[in-house]
């Protein structure tokens, strides 16, 4: 631990080193919060799980917008948009979300429509955070991508089948593991939260492992810890 990253987390009791190990543990694997609570205590590190909360929600967001703008205009020029359902106290929501060709998460927003003016406001916001356009956007058959892309983006190819669209129907079952392991999300803004920062993490982790030799995971493993170490110690709380 340096004398600058005890510096920038000095209002919080533990170093920002087991701070960011505990943000790491929650979002990179489907551990509840007293799961990784029980992980730190194994480690001689006694928070509670009410602190693990505290520490994903404040520092989650944080993380997640410092690998957004790393990783900005690095993705694939072909998108994939869905949307799943979520049920939250009842109410359902459905979750629109868009990964690239190669599974990268591109973003997520939770809205509780399923038509044109939802799919224009994910757009907007794919294009707002990515800075660029993408080659083709590839969906299912729901009518309201074609109008909103008729609207926003008028030349772009647009490719509309539900069998192209397994990436990102694929790419839902993490979010879909977590939901039950979270026992379902409490409210809009826990879920909005929890997406927005859970993809950009999984994204960093995100190695496509069977089509590598062992020895090249391993660099590539040891590159993407690097990185998550840097951007942790370089968050100011």
């Given at each position: 631990m340096?004398?600058?990253?005890?510096?920038?987390?000095?209002?919080h009791r533990f170093?920002?080193?087991?701070?960011?190990?505990?943000?790491?543990?929650?979002?990179?694997?489907p551990l509840s919060l007293r799961d990784v609570?029980?992980?730190?205590?194994?480690r001689g590190i006694d928070v509670s799980f009410q602190t693990v909360a505290e520490w994903a929600r404040k520092f989650g967001l944080k993380f997640a917008h410092q690998l957004r703008r790393l990783s900005r205009g690095s993705f694939a020029d072909t998108w994939h948009l869905d949307e799943m359902v979520v049920s939250i106290k009842g109410k359902?929501?459905?979750?629109?979300?868009?990964?690239?060709?190669?599974?990268?998460?591109?973003d997520a927003l939770l809205q509780s429509r399923r038509n044109k003016r939802a799919a224009l406001r994910l757009m907007r916001k794919l294009l707002k955070s990515q800075g660029v356009t993408?080659?083709?956007?590839?969906?299912d058959k729901l009518r309201s991508y074609s109008a909103a892309k008729r609207q926003l983006m008028p030349g772009i190819e647009h490719r509309s089948h539900k069998g192209l669209n397994n990436r990102v129907?694929?790419?839902h079952l993490p979010v879909r593991r977590r939901?039950?392991?979270m026992m379902r999300f409490k409210s809009a803004r826990q879920c909005q939260s929890f997406v927005s920062t859970h993809g950009q993490i999984a994204n960093l982790f995100n190695l496509h492992r069977k089509h590598l030799t062992a020895a090249d995971h391993r660099q590539l493993r040891a590159h993407a810890n690097t990185n998550w170490r840097e951007i942790?110690?370089?968050i100011k709380a």
């Open positions: 340096t004398k600058d990253a005890s510096a920038q987390y000095k209002r170093p920002a080193a087991i701070i960011a190990h505990a943000v790491w543990l929650y979002y990179r694997f609570e029980d992980l730190l205590a194994e359902k929501y459905w979750l629109w979300r868009a990964v690239d060709a190669n599974g990268y998460v591109l993408p080659r083709v956007i590839v969906t129907e694929n790419s939901e039950r392991r942790a110690l370089s």
